[in-house]
């Protein structure tokens, strides 16, 4: 049932698998303990982040997420600036008032746990509350998982999938489909593009109007990242002493006089998106592209290639050229999302950076005019390089490598749209079969390669 709507979800950095995602399952977890009638009952509540959540969890904010959510934050509405003086004041509190409950003993150092040691089979990313009554005595306890891009789910659905799983809804003028090689199908049968696909997806869930006013607010959302990072300067938090460096960069290339506007391409979409993942990396407001650790990609090319292109406020934005990329880079996300995965504890970092990578691809080739093949083989040359891509965080922080990895993806995916529409003929590999590829080299890889700053780049720079 994935919507372009869930792909592209609004929440705040700097991850979507270790912030946006605990966020929900907390608030979740307490609405079924409510749900039971045992809430009302709580006089203490303990957190317990497993597996990757934990490894990470600090320099992710895994765990300011996970108690925010328990006072009922909504990653798509919080105030950063809230969201981060309320943690505060959390973290030395004796107590804290939960979500549509009572106000329950807390103590940060006590009642929220990293477990490190624990590797859910599930998923790494594992997530537990518990609730105490006034004796001590266990109420309540639920166990979920964030399995990347925001999304979040039970072991139940995790251990029994569903039936017949579609991408799209049943309904009037619906066209589900569940691979790339069915959506070309649908393409081919009913002389369609992927973004006319999608949006008859999208026209079965709701009407129209709505979907262009959740496409628009997407991008004000991406479109204000990039603005709020090329005006930020200073180091960003965590301890690492990373310079914000897109405003600097900005301010050169606004200010260099240039004949050949296009040999500063790379420029362009390099400041673009690290303006962006800057501002993930500060705990700023972005939007899952389709995670937080990728956010940067899509919106840099959007910016740089569709934005000034005519659109005018009050134009339906599912007709123009910003809705036409959203639309087709989340049905190529969507697959993914179904086929394989969009978490970084689970795929390294070719679930985050590469999926990015392929969806801003297939909307670049759309918006420059591709038959749906072309955007189908766009989308696959995004995803084949980036094949095996490890994810490392320094300190497990969303900083090194990540901002500078948006920025090589995004000129990737630009390089990957020229490519397909060069190449009229059929292409050796298929995006089923890339997206099959990446799904059993992210069960293979080691696990300290998947988000947990075990290996790589993460023990071998020196955080200073």
Same mark, same amino acid.
């Given at each position: 049932?994935?919507?372009?709507?869930?792909?592209?979800?609004?929440?705040?950095?700097?991850?979507?698998?270790?912030?946006?995602?605990?966020?929900?399952?907390?608030?979740?977890?307490?609405?079924?303990?409510?749900?039971?009638?045992?809430?009302?009952?709580?006089?203490? /509540?303990?957190?317990?982040?497993?597996?990757?959540?934990?490894?990470?969890?600090?320099?992710?904010?895994?765990?300011?997420?996970?108690?925010?959510?328990?006072?009922?934050?909504?990653?798509?509405?919080?105030?950063?600036?809230?969201a981060e003086a309320t943690f505060e004041a959390l973290k030395t509190a004796s107590d804290i008032a939960l979500f549509d409950g009572p106000t329950v003993?807390?103590?940060?150092?006590?009642?929220?746990?990293?477990?490190?040691?624990?590797?859910?089979?599930?998923?790494?990313?594992?997530?537990?509350?518990?609730?105490?009554?006034?004796?001590?005595?266990?109420?309540?306890?639920?166990?979920?998982?964030?399995?990347?891009?925001?999304?979040?789910?039970?072991?139940?659905?995790?251990?029994?999938?569903?039936?017949?799983?579609?991408?799209? /809804? %049943?309904?009037?003028?619906?066209?589900?489909?569940?691979?790339?090689?069915?959506?070309?199908?649908?393409?081919?049968?009913?002389?369609?593009?992927?973004?006319?696909?999608?949006?008859?997806? #999208?026209?079965?869930?709701?009407?129209?109007?709505?979907?262009?006013?959740?496409?628009?607010?997407?991008?004000?959302?991406?479109?204000?990242?990039?603005?709020?990072?090329?005006?930020?300067?200073?180091?960003?938090?965590?301890?690492?002493?990373?310079?914000?460096?897109?405003?600097?960069?900005?301010?050169?290339?606004?200010?260099?006089?240039?004949?050949?506007?296009?040999?500063?391409?790379?420029?362009?979409?390099?400041?673009?998106?690290?303006?962006?993942?800057? #501002?993930?990396?500060?705990?700023?407001?972005?939007?899952?592209?389709?995670?937080?650790? %990728?956010?940067?990609?899509?919106?840099?090319?959007?910016?740089?290639?569709?934005?000034?292109?005519?659109?005018?406020?009050?134009?339906?934005?599912?007709?123009?050229?910003?809705?036409?990329?959203?639309?087709?880079?989340?049905?190529?996300?969507?697959?993914?999302?179904?086929?394989?995965?969009?978490?970084?504890?689970?795929?390294?970092?070719?679930? #985050?950076?590469?999926?990015?990578?392929?969806?801003?691809?297939?909307?670049?080739?759309?918006?420059?005019?591709?038959?749906?093949?072309?955007?189908?083989? %766009?989308?696959?040359?995004?995803?084949?390089?980036?094949?095996?891509?490890?994810?490392?965080? /320094?300190?497990?922080?969303?900083?090194?490598?990540?901002?500078?990895?948006?920025?090589?993806?995004?000129?990737?995916?630009?390089?990957?749209?020229?490519?397909?529409?060069?190449?009229?003929?059929?292409?050796? /590999?298929?995006?089923?079969?890339?997206? #099959?590829?990446?799904?059993?080299?992210?069960?293979?890889?080691?696990?300290?390669?998947?988000?947990?700053?075990?290996?790589?780049?993460?023990?071998?720079?020196?955080?200073?």
């Open positions: 049932m994935l919507s372009t709507l869930d792909i592209f979800k609004i929440g705040i950095g700097p991850s979507s698998s270790h912030t946006v995602g605990p966020m929900r399952i907390t608030k979740r977890a307490l609405q079924e303990a409510k749900n039971r009638g045992v809430l009302g009952r709580a006089a203490r /509540v303990m957190v317990e982040l497993q597996g990757s959540l934990a490894l990470t969890g600090i320099g992710h904010g895994s765990d300011k997420a996970a108690i925010l959510g328990l006072v009922g934050a909504e990653p798509d509405t919080l105030d950063p600036d809230w003993g807390f103590n940060y150092r006590r009642d929220v746990d990293f477990r490190g040691d624990i590797m859910p089979r599930l998923h790494p990313n594992g997530l537990c509350v518990r609730l105490y009554d006034a004796a001590g005595s266990e109420l309540f306890s639920a166990t979920f998982y964030s399995t990347g891009g925001g999304f979040i789910a039970s072991a139940e659905q995790l251990s029994r999938p569903a039936e017949n799983d579609r991408i799209g /809804v %049943a309904g009037k003028g619906a066209l589900p489909f569940s691979s790339a090689a069915e959506l070309l199908a649908i393409c081919a049968r009913d002389g369609l593009n992927i973004y006319d696909v999608v949006l008859a997806n #999208e026209d079965a869930r709701r009407p129209r109007a709505e979907t262009d006013a959740g496409l628009l607010r997407i991008w004000q959302v991406m479109s204000g990242a990039i603005d709020r990072g090329l005006r930020s300067e200073g180091i960003l938090p965590g301890g690492l002493s990373v310079k914000r460096r897109a405003s600097r960069l900005y301010d050169t290339l606004i200010s260099e006089s240039h004949n050949q506007e296009s040999e500063r391409l790379f420029d362009w979409l390099n400041v673009f998106a690290m303006a962006v993942n800057e #501002e993930n990396a500060a705990g700023g407001r972005v939007v899952t592209a389709p995670t937080n650790g %990728a956010a940067g990609v899509i919106p840099a090319l959007i910016r740089y290639y569709c934005a000034f292109d005519g659109w005018q406020p009050g134009d339906a934005v599912s007709e123009g050229k910003i809705g036409r990329f959203l639309l087709t880079a989340a049905g190529i996300g969507m697959i993914y999302k179904q086929r394989a995965s969009l978490s970084g504890a689970e795929m390294g970092c070719q679930g #985050e950076v590469g999926v990015a990578c392929s969806m801003g691809a297939a909307g670049l080739c759309a918006v420059w005019g591709g038959s749906a093949s072309q955007i189908e083989h %766009a989308a696959e040359i995004g995803m084949e390089h980036n094949l095996g891509l490890t994810c490392d965080p /320094v300190g497990g922080l969303v900083q090194i490598p990540c901002i500078e990895r948006n920025a090589i993806g995004a000129v990737k995916a630009a390089n990957a749209a020229r490519l397909s529409l060069r190449d009229s003929g059929e292409h050796k /590999v298929t995006l089923d079969q890339v997206i #099959e590829t990446m799904r059993q080299t992210g069960l293979d890889m080691s696990s300290k390669y998947k988000e947990t700053s075990q290996g790589g780049l993460a023990v071998n720079v020196v955080e200073c």
